[in-house]
């Protein structure tokens, strides 16, 4: 019998040659059309960003959309890096199924694309990470100043232009399969239109205006979505050129602490590809990693199961050579 993690690994062991199966969840290849909608996501909150500093130093905006940036922000952000991320991609924990469904809504209204083309790019990064075949290397066009440079360019937000090369069926045949999470990734443009719309309605029904809806929509639609966005494609950028190593792992990613709580833990990116099935990222004493405490709270309320927390000796067996036992003692975390 068949394993969700068995799935889960011969997906992430697909050849990127095999020959691009029947279009599914909107095609393999991204159309001019969508191509423009992708250019329009982007680029308008990003837009919105920009502005946003000269509109808080004199007017524009309130606690009001300070708080409904906080809160979709970190919605959408523990949907991506909860669900999409370490539920979806790499099976970290298990979930109950209005759990499951729960974390592939939230996720999708980052607006960061549907959710069976997302996991099946991101299983593809993680089979050929910082090598040919992984969509977005900062080290694609080698090693130079201008060459890295042109590479975090890439990685940052240019590979998403790129003609789609990953298979979904091939690398994410479990959720393919599955008509809820089929149906969800489908429904990508309506997750989209509720994303954006929710902090501009709660926002005009709580101040009773027109204004308090286009504010809020600012704060907490467009410089949301823009913010989000940086956060996350630094993960792919900034984390794969920079940062400290502690463990051993195949590729360049670091850890870059200062993306800690802007990312829910994600930028403790080391750790993650040296143990890419973990369900916790920041295992160092002082990690902030808030995506393993909801999990672990999950799991305390019976949502979530077979989490796999990892242990301070499968840890250190990942640890770079050099340091002692006991410092390697005072800095792990506790498992648990």
């Known amino acids: 019998m068949t394993t969700s993690s068995d799935v889960i690994g011969d997906a992430q062991g697909a050849s990127p040659d095999s020959p691009l199966p029947s279009a599914t969840l909107g095609g393999e290849q991204k159309r001019s ?23 808080a130093w004199g007017w524009g905006v309130s606690w009001l959309d300070i708080g409904l940036l906080v809160f979709f922000y970190y919605l959408g952000c523990h949907g991506i890096t909860i669900g999409f991320h370490r539920h979806f991609t790499h099976g970290s924990f298990k979930a109950k199924r209005p759990l499951k469904i ?18 099946a790019d991101h299983r593809r990064h993680h089979k050929f990470s910082d090598a040919e075949g992984d969509p977005h290397s900062p080290w694609r066009y080698g090693e130079t100043v201008p060459a ?33 999470m089929r149906a969800i990734s489908r429904q990508f443009v309506l997750w989209t239109v509720l994303s954006l719309a929710l902090p501009a309605l709660i926002g005009g029904l709580v101040t009773m205006s027109w204004w308090g809806a286009a504010t809020a929509f600012f704060w907490g639609s467009l410089v949301r979505v823009a913010l989000l966005h940086h956060v996350t494609w630094s993960i792919n950028s900034i984390c794969h050129a920079v940062g400290k190593r ?57 949502w979530a199961y077979d989490v796999r927390w990892p242990s301070r000796s499968r840890i250190d067996s990942k640890r770079n050579a050099g340091g002692g036992s006991a410092r390697r003692k005072e800095e792990t975390a506790q498992a648990a």
């Open 246 to 302: 502690p463990f051993r792992s195949r590729d360049r990613s670091g850890n870059v602490w200062w993306l800690a709580v802007l990312s829910c833990g994600e930028s403790w990116h080391n750790l993650h590809h040296a143990d890419p099935t973990s369900a916790r990222h920041g295992v160092m004493r002082g990690q902030l990693d808030s995506s393993a405490r909801i999990i672990r709270w999950c799991e305390q309320l019976g």
């Open 102 to 119: 729960a974390l592939a809504i939230a996720g999708s209204m980052a607006v960061e694309g549907p959710l069976v083309r997302w996991v």
């Open 148 to 180: 890295l440079m042109k590479g975090l360019v890439w990685a940052h937000i240019g590979w998403m232009f790129d003609e789609e090369q990953t298979p979904q069926e091939k690398y994410a045949p479990d959720l393919v399969k599955d008509p809820a």
């Open 33 to 55: 059309i969508e191509q423009i909608t992708l250019l329009l996501f982007i680029t308008v909150p990003f837009l919105a960003l920009v502005a946003a500093v000269p509109l």
